[in-house]
């Protein structure tokens, strides 16, 4: 049994110990999403747009772990649809970005690594990044709206005549806590994947212009700072779709 494996079996085990056939659900969530990962990269390898590819393939990895993993119908549909709409916005926003940033392809870091391949693959190595940024987004975003939208759905459960400003305010206060929990994730962990880089660099005497202008470093922290842009668009987003969903509750009743 190999280290992976039996990784893999002990994230199963806590999950289901934690929260049982939710956990077991969550769990397979991911293994189909680890799937469709794998078969989009296989798709664009073999010559399908990779924007194209990626875009359905978000949308389908959206669907599986926001439904999956939760029960209720109401506050999933509020949040699959404001996740939808992010996305939409946040590819319009990246594909020009990364387009006059020009940082796809190898840095001058891999070098060593790939000097014995031929980098003549046939793959637009744009679309290719464009893409991996949008897919990077998607658990920052998937995370925040469920969070916001069961949060809202539970006020709204406790406090059925609640005003639409006070729930909007509410909406507000959540997504101020999710924004600096998922900050620091995001941070730590682009921090984290690039430590042994950042001791090499340093060791090499390397002047801050030089962080700045390398492939690496910038591509990282532009995909820290699209996050962070998703995730905040994500709380605005849902906050106003439950507010709008409450508003036309109460006139359909009335």
């Not at 439904?67 to 209720?72: H, Q």
């Not at 340093?202 to 842009?229: D, H, P």
Request: net charge negative.
């Amino acid at each position: 049994m190999t280290t992976m494996t039996s990784l893999t079996l002990i994230l199963a085990l806590l999950m289901f110990a934690t929260s049982g056939r939710n956990g077991v659900y969550s769990f397979i969530s991911l293994v189909i999403n680890f799937s469709l990962l794998f078969i989009t990269v296989v798709l664009i390898a073999g010559g399908v747009p990779a924007i194209g590819v990626s875009f359905f393939s978000g949308i389908c990895i959206l669907a599986i772990t926001i439904y999956m993993g939760n029960s209720g119908e109401s506050e999933t549909d509020i949040a699959f649809l404001a996740t939808i709409l992010v996305m939409i916005v946040m590819l319009l926003l990246i594909v020009p970005i990364e387009h006059a940033a020009q940082i796809q392809g190898f840095s001058n870091e891999d070098s060593e690594e790939i000097e014995a391949f031929n980098l003549a693959v046939g793959v637009n190595f744009e679309a290719i990044m464009i893409s991996a940024t949008v897919l990077s987004t998607l658990g920052a975003i998937a995370e925040a709206a469920i969070a916001v939208s069961s949060g809202l759905q539970e006020i709204i459960e406790q406090k059925p005549e609640i005003e639409l400003s006070d729930l909007r305010k509410s909406g507000r206060n959540i997504g101020q806590q999710i924004m600096g929990m998922t900050f620091n994730t995001l941070f730590f962990g682009m921090f984290g994947g690039n430590l042994a880089l950042f001791i090499l660099l340093y060791k090499l005497q390397a002047s801050f212009g030089y962080y700045l202008n390398s492939k690496i470093f910038v591509g990282e922290t532009m995909l820290v700072l699209y996050a962070s842009i998703a995730v905040i668009m994500i709380i605005w987003v849902t906050s106003e779709l439950m507010v709008h969903k409450l508003a036309r509750q109460r006139k359909k009743n009335k």
